[in-house]
């Protein structure tokens, strides 16, 4: 699986856009970007995942650069509850494949 | 709600002694993960189950064991435990073969070995 680069923290006011960056440059193009988060010590929750088009869902959008080297993952409104760590992960799309956590994003939601 | 079950929420034991953690996947869900996550080691991938069969193998510790039933539940044993095998134990399922799916984890199972 490639590997992904991600700021070790970041701080975001409560209810303006949160934008997470991810560096994957050595992706391949059977691999998806998949983001994950982890509040506290719960288990890490799926926010979104993409090949190559930009995505959204009621959580996140996901948007994708085209040469596919980077992403972004956007919470539109971020609220208190969004302070987690977020995990930016490349995987294989065919077959079960499992996923690989690097250290992630520690975000700060502030009031 | 994730739909993937964890028993029990918490385990205290000691030293030497074994423990079996179960998880029951989301309904429809053939593949079963396991994950272990330490204060210092972030999250650590441990070993994969479809449909029965093992499918990956992590850094699992050969002291740790782990097998997915004919009804698609799994239990991760832990034996000979060691005071550094204090960590949450995550499960996850997905869909499984052929096709793009999330893993959906569990809320863990936090084992204390004192």
């Known amino acids: 699986d490639a590997k992904t680069t991600q700021p070790t923290s970041m701080d975001c006011a409560e209810g303006r856009a949160a934008n997470l960056p991810c560096n994957h440059s050595?992706?391949?193009?059977?691999?998806?970007v998949y983001w994950y988060r982890q509040i506290h010590s719960q288990g890490p929750q799926y926010i979104i995942h993409g090949l190559k088009n930009n995505e959204t869902n009621e959580m996140a959008s996901l948007i994708i650069t085209e040469d596919r080297k980077s992403s972004t993952l956007i919470l539109p409104h971020a609220t208190l509850r969004d302070t987690a760590v977020y995990y930016c992960?490349?995987?294989?799309?065919?077959?079960?494949?499992?996923?690989?956590f690097g250290q992630g994003t520690r975000l700060t939601i502030n009031p | 709600d994730s739909g993937v079950t964890q028993t029990p929420k918490h385990l205290i034991t000691a030293t030497g002694q074994r423990v079996t953690l179960r998880c029951s996947p989301r309904?429809?869900?053939?593949?079963v993960y396991w994950y272990q996550q330490s204060l210092d080691q972030g999250l650590q991938f441990l070993i994969q189950y479809y449909n029965g069969e093992e499918r990956a193998k992590g850094n699992i510790l050969e002291r740790f064991s782990a097998q997915q039933f004919p009804d698609l539940h799994s239990e991760l044993n832990l034996s000979s435990l060691e005071l550094g095998d204090s960590a949450l134990y995550f499960c996850?399922?997905?869909?499984?073969?052929?096709?793009?799916?999330?893993?959906?984890f569990g809320n863990g199972t936090r084992l204390t070995v004192t």
């Open positions: 050595t992706i391949s193009g059977n691999e998806y």
């Open positions: 992960i490349v995987r294989v799309g065919q077959g079960a494949q499992k996923l690989v």
């Open positions: 309904s429809g869900d053939l593949s």
């Open positions: 996850a399922s997905s869909v499984g073969q052929g096709r793009v799916s999330p893993l959906h």
